[in-house]
């Protein structure tokens, strides 16, 4: 079965460290791969995606994610953190099974705090 | 331009009654998806919307949810009777050619 799974319910990280978010995914053929995040009381928000090419992946905000096929992994990453970054991140992959593009499959979140 | 928009924030209602959720798609986006987010779950496929028509409903938990978009343009998710089980938020999102998904705030549904 096709899944994504983000193992930390929460993510804790002083401002200015590095963080990483880890996302895991299961799918049939080659993945398409997305992070989004969440603000509170807003929706979801497109921060990248990885479709082809390079395997590391810039996206809005000063993130980016490492495609890592053998490994099966999808870490979003940012040098470094700011206390504005505290959100909720998903993780999600098309559904390759479906014919629809814009199927995906979520993690169940994972929850970033910075600490100033 | 107008991002997704959902109706209403939050809704409270009692087993058994029936809700409706609304919808408004970014203006020239064909695509429409019902996503839903049960628990501090995963966020999951409920249905989607090529204009007016249905393309893939394989998400819909049961025949107590019906999804319609009218002329191709808002969308409504009814849930009818509601269940303690349909608690959660739900959202909505829209696309257009190859662009991302873009999500509206959502609908966080409470049943008691």
């Known amino acids: 079965a096709q899944s994504v799974a983000q193992p930390e319910d929460q993510v804790n990280v002083a401002e200015g460290n590095p963080l990483t978010v880890k996302c895991t995914y299961s799918v049939s053929g080659n993945p398409y791969l997305f992070w989004y995040v969440q603000y509170p009381n807003r929706g979801l928000q497109f921060l990248l995606k990885?479709?082809?090419?390079?395997?590391l992946v810039k996206g809005s905000y000063g993130f980016e994610a490492e495609f890592n096929k053998s490994q099966t992994s999808f870490h979003l990453k940012k040098p470094s953190a700011l206390v504005s970054d505290s959100a909720l991140y998903f993780c999600?992959?098309?559904?390759?099974?479906?014919?629809?593009?814009?199927?995906?499959?979520f993690g169940t979140g994972t929850r970033l705090q910075v600490f100033p | 331009e107008a991002g997704v928009t959902q109706f209403p924030s939050h809704s409270v209602i009692e087993k058994g009654q029936t809700v409706t959720l609304r919808c408004d798609p970014i203006?020239?986006?064909?695509?429409l998806y019902w996503y839903r987010r049960v628990m501090g779950k995963e966020i999951k496929f409920l249905l989607h919307?090529?204009?007016?028509?249905?393309?893939?409903e394989s998400g819909m938990p049961n025949n107590r949810f019906l999804a319609e978009r009218t002329g191709g343009t808002y969308s409504t998710l009814k849930v009818q009777p509601a269940e303690l089980e349909d608690s959660g938020v739900y959202f909505c999102a829209s696309s257009q050619g190859s662009s991302p998904l873009h999500f509206g705030n959502g609908t966080r549904l409470t049943v008691t």
């Open positions: 990885y479709i082809t090419g390079d395997n």
């Open positions: 203006s020239g986006h064909d695509n």
């Open positions: 919307f090529v204009k007016e028509s249905k393309q893939d």
């Open positions: 999600a992959v098309r559904d390759t099974l479906s014919y629809n593009t814009d199927k995906l499959i």
